[in-house]
Protein backbone atom coordinates (compact mmCIF):
# COMPACT_ATOMS: atom_id res chain seq x y z
CA UNK A 1 0.00 0.00 0.00
CA UNK A 2 1.22 3.58 -0.77
CA UNK A 3 0.16 6.27 1.29
CA UNK A 4 -0.83 9.15 -0.74
CA UNK A 5 0.13 12.63 1.60
CA UNK A 6 -2.04 15.41 1.34
CA UNK A 7 0.32 18.68 0.88
CA UNK A 8 -1.09 21.89 1.49
CA UNK A 9 -0.14 24.08 -1.51
CA UNK A 10 0.78 27.92 -0.64
CA UNK A 11 -1.72 30.12 -2.95
CA UNK A 12 -0.50 33.09 -4.22
CA UNK A 13 -3.33 35.29 -5.88
CA UNK A 14 -1.94 38.20 -7.82
CA UNK A 15 -4.07 40.83 -9.99
CA UNK A 16 -3.11 40.03 -13.54
CA UNK A 17 -0.94 37.81 -15.94
CA UNK A 18 1.95 40.67 -15.57
CA UNK A 19 2.33 40.20 -11.64
CA UNK A 20 2.04 36.71 -12.11
CA UNK A 21 5.14 36.33 -14.55
CA UNK A 22 7.47 38.62 -12.23
CA UNK A 23 6.73 36.51 -9.40
CA UNK A 24 7.36 33.23 -11.27
CA UNK A 25 10.56 34.95 -12.16
CA UNK A 26 11.05 35.84 -8.62
CA UNK A 27 10.37 32.48 -7.11
CA UNK A 28 12.74 31.03 -10.18
CA UNK A 29 15.70 33.87 -9.04
CA UNK A 30 15.36 32.78 -5.22
CA UNK A 31 15.03 28.87 -5.91
CA UNK A 32 18.45 29.32 -7.91
CA UNK A 33 20.77 31.75 -5.81
CA UNK A 34 19.46 29.35 -2.72
CA UNK A 35 20.50 25.99 -4.43
CA UNK A 36 23.92 27.17 -5.80
CA UNK A 37 24.81 28.29 -2.37
CA UNK A 38 25.04 24.19 -2.36
CA UNK A 39 25.87 23.07 -5.87
CA UNK A 40 27.11 24.36 -9.18
CA UNK A 41 23.91 23.83 -11.36
CA UNK A 42 20.24 24.20 -10.77
CA UNK A 43 18.05 21.82 -12.61
CA UNK A 44 14.71 23.49 -13.90
CA UNK A 45 12.22 22.08 -15.70
CA UNK A 46 9.40 24.19 -18.19
CA UNK A 47 5.84 24.02 -19.06
CA UNK A 48 4.14 24.53 -23.01
CA UNK A 49 0.97 25.89 -23.43
CA UNK A 50 0.32 29.54 -22.77
CA UNK A 51 0.29 30.42 -19.81
CA UNK A 52 4.14 30.56 -19.42
CA UNK A 53 5.06 32.71 -21.95
CA UNK A 54 4.50 35.69 -20.52
CA UNK A 55 6.99 34.33 -17.77
CA UNK A 56 9.26 33.35 -20.26
CA UNK A 57 9.36 36.62 -21.86
CA UNK A 58 10.02 38.02 -18.55
CA UNK A 59 12.80 35.95 -17.96
CA UNK A 60 14.74 37.47 -20.96
CA UNK A 61 14.32 41.54 -18.99
CA UNK A 62 15.79 42.77 -16.32
CA UNK A 63 16.03 42.41 -13.74
CA UNK A 64 15.51 38.75 -14.28
CA UNK A 65 17.74 38.42 -17.13
CA UNK A 66 20.93 39.71 -14.61
CA UNK A 67 19.86 38.23 -11.49
CA UNK A 68 19.17 34.49 -12.27
CA UNK A 69 22.59 32.97 -13.04
CA UNK A 70 21.59 31.84 -16.19
CA UNK A 71 24.45 29.96 -16.71
CA UNK A 72 24.24 27.88 -14.54
CA UNK A 73 20.90 26.36 -15.16
CA UNK A 74 20.10 22.92 -16.92
CA UNK A 75 16.67 23.14 -18.47
CA UNK A 76 14.55 20.23 -18.91
CA UNK A 77 10.64 20.18 -20.23
CA UNK A 78 7.98 18.84 -18.19
CA UNK A 79 6.08 17.87 -21.56
CA UNK A 80 6.70 18.27 -25.62
CA UNK A 81 4.56 17.61 -28.87
CA UNK A 82 6.65 15.19 -30.83
CA UNK A 83 6.57 18.02 -33.53
CA UNK A 84 9.77 19.85 -34.77
CA UNK A 85 11.44 22.78 -32.67
CA UNK A 86 10.11 25.40 -35.96
CA UNK A 87 6.26 24.10 -35.90
CA UNK A 88 3.97 26.72 -33.52
CA UNK A 89 3.14 23.42 -31.49
CA UNK A 90 6.40 22.90 -30.19
CA UNK A 91 6.52 24.12 -26.30
CA UNK A 92 10.84 23.96 -27.24
CA UNK A 93 10.32 26.04 -30.20
CA UNK A 94 8.14 28.45 -28.24
CA UNK A 95 10.44 28.88 -25.50
CA UNK A 96 13.38 29.55 -27.55
CA UNK A 97 11.41 32.21 -29.30
CA UNK A 98 10.14 33.88 -25.90
CA UNK A 99 13.36 33.72 -23.94
CA UNK A 100 16.09 30.71 -24.80
CA UNK A 101 17.66 32.45 -28.02
CA UNK A 102 18.31 35.95 -26.18
CA UNK A 103 19.95 34.22 -23.02
CA UNK A 104 23.64 33.51 -21.92
CA UNK A 105 22.22 29.82 -21.24
CA UNK A 106 24.86 27.54 -22.59
CA UNK A 107 23.40 24.97 -25.49
CA UNK A 108 24.74 22.24 -23.70
CA UNK A 109 22.86 22.76 -20.49
CA UNK A 110 19.71 22.77 -22.54
CA UNK A 111 17.81 19.16 -22.98
CA UNK A 112 14.55 19.37 -25.07
CA UNK A 113 12.86 16.65 -25.31
CA UNK A 114 13.64 14.27 -28.61
CA UNK A 115 11.41 14.95 -31.14
CA UNK A 116 11.94 12.99 -34.29
CA UNK A 117 12.35 9.57 -32.40
CA UNK A 118 9.85 6.80 -32.29
CA UNK A 119 7.97 8.71 -28.52
CA UNK A 120 9.00 5.28 -26.62
CA UNK A 121 12.28 5.29 -27.81
CA UNK A 122 12.67 9.26 -27.08
CA UNK A 123 11.03 8.29 -23.74
CA UNK A 124 14.18 6.18 -22.93
CA UNK A 125 16.14 8.12 -24.34
CA UNK A 126 15.07 11.72 -22.00
CA UNK A 127 15.40 9.56 -19.36
CA UNK A 128 19.29 8.69 -20.01
CA UNK A 129 19.56 12.68 -20.50
CA UNK A 130 17.96 13.56 -17.22
CA UNK A 131 19.85 11.28 -15.61
CA UNK A 132 23.59 11.88 -17.17
CA UNK A 133 22.80 15.16 -16.62
CA UNK A 134 22.08 15.32 -12.60
CA UNK A 135 24.24 12.46 -12.25
CA UNK A 136 27.70 14.59 -11.64
CA UNK A 137 25.87 16.76 -9.41
CA UNK A 138 24.33 14.15 -7.05
CA UNK A 139 23.71 11.18 -5.89
CA UNK A 140 20.12 10.43 -6.60
CA UNK A 141 20.01 11.28 -9.89
CA UNK A 142 16.23 12.32 -10.48
CA UNK A 143 15.88 15.22 -8.37
CA UNK A 144 15.04 18.18 -10.33
CA UNK A 145 15.19 21.48 -8.47
CA UNK A 146 12.22 23.23 -9.77
CA UNK A 147 9.20 23.32 -11.83
CA UNK A 148 6.57 25.38 -13.19
CA UNK A 149 3.63 23.11 -14.30
CA UNK A 150 0.36 24.21 -16.42
CA UNK A 151 -3.58 23.20 -15.57
CA UNK A 152 -5.59 22.39 -18.59
CA UNK A 153 -9.05 23.20 -18.48
CA UNK A 154 -9.75 19.34 -17.69
CA UNK A 155 -7.61 18.89 -15.19
CA UNK A 156 -4.52 17.67 -16.70
CA UNK A 157 -1.64 18.75 -15.97
CA UNK A 158 2.02 18.04 -18.31
CA UNK A 159 0.65 15.60 -20.65
CA UNK A 160 -1.11 13.75 -17.93
CA UNK A 161 -4.88 13.59 -19.11
CA UNK A 162 -7.68 12.62 -16.74
CA UNK A 163 -8.72 8.60 -16.96
CA UNK A 164 -5.27 8.06 -19.18
CA UNK A 165 -3.06 5.08 -17.83
CA UNK A 166 -0.06 7.36 -17.95
CA UNK A 167 -1.61 8.12 -14.50
CA UNK A 168 -0.77 4.67 -13.37
CA UNK A 169 2.58 4.73 -14.43
CA UNK A 170 4.73 4.58 -11.10
CA UNK A 171 8.34 3.83 -12.14
CA UNK A 172 9.32 5.27 -15.32
CA UNK A 173 10.05 8.97 -14.99
CA UNK A 174 9.14 10.07 -19.06
CA UNK A 175 6.68 8.20 -21.05
CA UNK A 176 5.09 8.39 -24.47
CA UNK A 177 1.55 9.50 -24.53
CA UNK A 178 -0.90 10.70 -27.18
CA UNK A 179 -3.28 13.20 -26.56
CA UNK A 180 -4.29 16.50 -25.54
CA UNK A 181 -5.09 19.68 -27.94
CA UNK A 182 -3.77 19.54 -30.16
CA UNK A 183 -4.01 15.54 -30.39
CA UNK A 184 -0.14 14.59 -31.09
CA UNK A 185 2.05 11.89 -29.74
CA UNK A 186 3.86 13.51 -26.49
CA UNK A 187 6.42 12.67 -24.76
CA UNK A 188 5.70 13.42 -20.84
CA UNK A 189 7.01 13.22 -17.82
CA UNK A 190 5.10 11.09 -14.90
CA UNK A 191 3.98 11.79 -11.42
CA UNK A 192 6.96 9.67 -9.67
CA UNK A 193 9.43 12.07 -11.46
CA UNK A 194 7.43 15.30 -10.91
CA UNK A 195 6.68 14.53 -7.16
CA UNK A 196 10.41 14.32 -6.67
CA UNK A 197 10.88 17.53 -7.70
CA UNK A 198 12.05 20.24 -4.91
CA UNK A 199 9.87 23.31 -5.85
CA UNK A 200 6.58 22.38 -7.94
CA UNK A 201 5.03 26.45 -9.21
CA UNK A 202 1.70 26.11 -10.61
CA UNK A 203 1.03 28.89 -13.16
CA UNK A 204 -2.81 29.51 -13.21
CA UNK A 205 -4.48 32.58 -15.42
CA UNK A 206 -7.56 33.47 -17.06
CA UNK A 207 -11.23 32.95 -15.58
CA UNK A 208 -11.65 29.98 -17.94
CA UNK A 209 -9.29 27.88 -15.46
CA UNK A 210 -11.42 29.36 -12.57
CA UNK A 211 -13.54 26.27 -12.29
CA UNK A 212 -10.84 23.43 -12.50
CA UNK A 213 -8.59 25.61 -9.81
CA UNK A 214 -11.47 25.15 -7.72
CA UNK A 215 -11.97 21.33 -8.45
CA UNK A 216 -8.33 21.09 -8.14
CA UNK A 217 -8.13 22.95 -4.57
CA UNK A 218 -11.23 22.56 -3.31
CA UNK A 219 -11.90 19.41 -2.81
CA UNK A 220 -14.08 18.23 -5.46
CA UNK A 221 -11.52 17.22 -8.04
CA UNK A 222 -10.17 14.16 -6.49
CA UNK A 223 -9.53 12.30 -9.92
CA UNK A 224 -7.96 15.05 -11.50
CA UNK A 225 -4.38 14.67 -12.54
CA UNK A 226 -3.57 17.80 -11.40
CA UNK A 227 -4.48 16.99 -7.61
CA UNK A 228 -2.37 14.02 -7.78
CA UNK A 229 0.81 16.67 -7.74
CA UNK A 230 1.49 15.98 -4.45
CA UNK A 231 5.71 16.59 -3.74
CA UNK A 232 7.22 14.04 -1.95
CA UNK A 233 9.81 16.18 0.14
CA UNK A 234 9.41 19.77 -1.53
CA UNK A 235 7.21 22.63 -1.64
CA UNK A 236 4.25 23.59 -3.76
CA UNK A 237 3.03 26.36 -4.95
CA UNK A 238 0.22 27.85 -7.06
CA UNK A 239 0.68 31.25 -8.60
CA UNK A 240 -3.22 32.37 -9.67
CA UNK A 241 -4.10 35.57 -11.13
CA UNK A 242 -7.50 37.29 -9.91
CA UNK A 243 -9.35 35.71 -12.69
CA UNK A 244 -8.31 31.87 -12.02
CA UNK A 245 -8.63 32.60 -8.77
CA UNK A 246 -12.35 33.85 -8.47
CA UNK A 247 -14.18 30.91 -7.39
CA UNK A 248 -12.20 29.74 -4.79
CA UNK A 249 -13.34 32.15 -2.05
CA UNK A 250 -10.11 32.54 -0.47
CA UNK A 251 -11.20 34.38 2.90
CA UNK A 252 -8.93 37.99 4.05
C1 LIG B 1 1.44 21.10 -22.98
C2 LIG B 1 1.46 21.60 -21.56
C3 LIG B 1 0.17 21.41 -20.82
C4 LIG B 1 -0.30 22.82 -20.45
C5 LIG B 1 -1.77 22.85 -20.19
C6 LIG B 1 -2.27 24.28 -20.00
O1 LIG B 1 2.47 21.06 -23.59
O2 LIG B 1 0.34 20.81 -23.50
O3 LIG B 1 2.61 21.50 -20.86
O4 LIG B 1 0.17 20.60 -19.70
O5 LIG B 1 0.43 23.28 -19.35
O6 LIG B 1 -2.42 22.28 -21.28
O7 LIG B 1 -2.11 24.94 -21.22
P1 LIG B 1 -2.36 26.49 -21.40
O8 LIG B 1 -1.34 27.16 -20.55
O9 LIG B 1 -2.16 26.75 -22.86
O10 LIG B 1 -3.75 26.73 -20.93
Known amino acids: MHSEMIVKP ?6 DTVQVAHKGAALLASAAMRCLLRRNHFSL ?30 LFWVDERCV ?38 GALSYEREI ?17 FLGLGRDG ?5 FPGDKSLKELERPVIAVRGGDPDLPRLTLTLPLINRI ?16 RAVLKGDG ?22 AASMLHLGG
Open 222 to 243: ENLPARRVQPRNGTLTWLLDRE
Open 198 to 213: REIVFLVTGKEKAPVA
Open 10 to 15: EIIVLD
Open 45 to 74: ALSGGNTPRPMHRTFAREPYRSLIPWHRLH
Open 156 to 160: HVASL
Open 84 to 121: PPDDPASNYGAARADFLDRMPIPARHVHPMPFSMEPAE
Open 131 to 147: RRVLESEKGDTLFLDMV
